[in-house]
């Protein structure tokens, strides 16, 4: 078939001769479109040549199989089991590629043959690719099988969703509202959500304190929320700035530090002014909220990202805390003069 075919073209390929023939080429043509297609072919012969591949290499003989952890088997309840999509492409590669090593054996006739390993290239195709070239492999529920390709791209493949971005401890996510009663370097921490994020400090307070002492009994005492465990909440934040972090984070103040201050319900407060640095609107905007743990992380959060540090855009020096929404349509409104006369006379 065409790709035993392209191999052997390949392996009777003479790199040191085709490149004397492309340099001949190079100087006897004086189109300039010819000149770069042909230092195009120059370009990669050299790099065969230097690297000591060879042009053959270029067609897969062996698939490599990747990890169990990677294609799990899960066991469900009934001896049943769920497994992977790649599972289902590996075995269907091996089974075509075992039916036609048992057919070369056999002697069976050409065309046969050339069929199965059609059907192999295919099961090829759609373990690195489903669905690519024709129709797409499908299982259960008439559902496209997920290939390799499929696993690493997207935002839920292994790059975006593993490699360039994790999940932390010490954060949280919750919708931003208005808060015109802030100063403008601090933000309203839902009470709740800030019981969470600064647990740890509350333990070593409660341990300090005598309350508690044992991890666990802090964590009971906590889970009862009694008096003291809000008393301590609020020493605890009192000068711990917390980082806000609005996606898409674009530029640097799409995180700002601010100092939390302790509020009921489960909205995050913000000052209108930095409304403009994030981007914000409050019809359902969401920010995620980061607590610095070492005292380097604090102090850096105080002297450098705290909002009333941030007032001039980084980019063009122009002051970027401008009024905006309700602020520049409230202003309107109260300086507004009355009209007088009717409307004939005007």
């Known amino acids: 078939?065409?790709?035993?075919?392209?191999?052997d073209i390949l392996a009777n390929m003479d790199l040191e001769d085709a490149l004397e023939e492309l340099y001949e080429q190079m100087h006897e043509t004086k189109s300039k479109q010819i000149k770069k297609k042909l230092s195009n072919r120059l370009k990669i012969i050299q790099g065969f040549i230097s690297s000591g591949a060879k042009p053959e290499w270029m067609i897969l003989e062996a698939i490599p199989v990747i990890p169990p952890d990677l294609r799990p088997l899960v066991p469900l309840e009934?001896?049943?089991f769920a497994t992977s999509d790649l599972n289902d492409l590996y075995r269907r590669v091996i089974n075509r590629n075992n039916r036609l090593k048992n057919l070369l054996q056999l002697k069976t006739p050409d065309v046969i043959i050339?069929?199965?390993k059609r059907m192999l290239q295919?099961?090829?195709?759609?373990l690195f690719d489903n669905g690519?070239?024709?129709r797409a492999i499908t299982g259960s529920g008439n559902r496209a099988l997920k290939s390799l390709s499929d696993m690493l791209k997207g935002k839920q493949g292994r790059f975006r969703q593993n490699l360039l971005g994790k999940r932390v401890d010490y954060s949280g996510r919750s919708v931003i509202v208005i808060g015109p009663e802030l100063k403008l370097h601090q933000c309203g921490l839902p009470k709740k959500m800030a019981l969470t994020l600064f647990e740890p400090f509350i333990i070593r307070r409660l341990k300090e304190l005598g309350f508690v002492h044992t991890v666990r009994g802090a964590r009971k005492m906590i889970e009862s929320k009694s008096p003291e465990v809000w008393d301590i909440l609020e020493e605890v934040t009192k000068g711990h700035p917390v980082l806000l972090n609005r996606a898409p984070t674009l530029h640097r103040l799409s995180i700002q530090a601010f100092e939390p201050v302790l509020i009921e319900g489960n909205a995050i407060r913000i000052h209108p002014l930095v409304c403009t640095p994030y981007n914000a609107d409050f019809d359902g905007d969401q920010m995620a909220v980061h607590v610095p743990l070492s005292l380097e992380a604090i102090m850096e959060a105080k002297l450098l990202m705290l909002a009333t540090h941030n007032i001039f855009s980084p980019?063009?020096?122009k002051p970027i805390l401008t009024p905006s929404q309700d602020i520049v349509l409230g202003s309107y409104y109260l300086t507004?003069?009355?009209?007088s006369g009717t409307p004939d006379e005007d």
Do not use: I, K, T, Y
């Not at 078939?1 to 191999?7: D, F, N, V």
């Not at 295919?122 to 759609?126: K, L, R, T």
């Open 114 to 116: 050339h069929n199965e």
């Open 132 to 134: 690519r070239h024709g």
């Open 1 to 7: 078939m065409g790709a035993e075919a392209l191999q």
């Open 78 to 80: 009934g001896g049943r």
């Open 336 to 339: 507004m003069e009355p009209r």
């Open 122 to 126: 295919e099961a090829v195709d759609a």
């Open 315 to 317: 980019s063009s020096g």
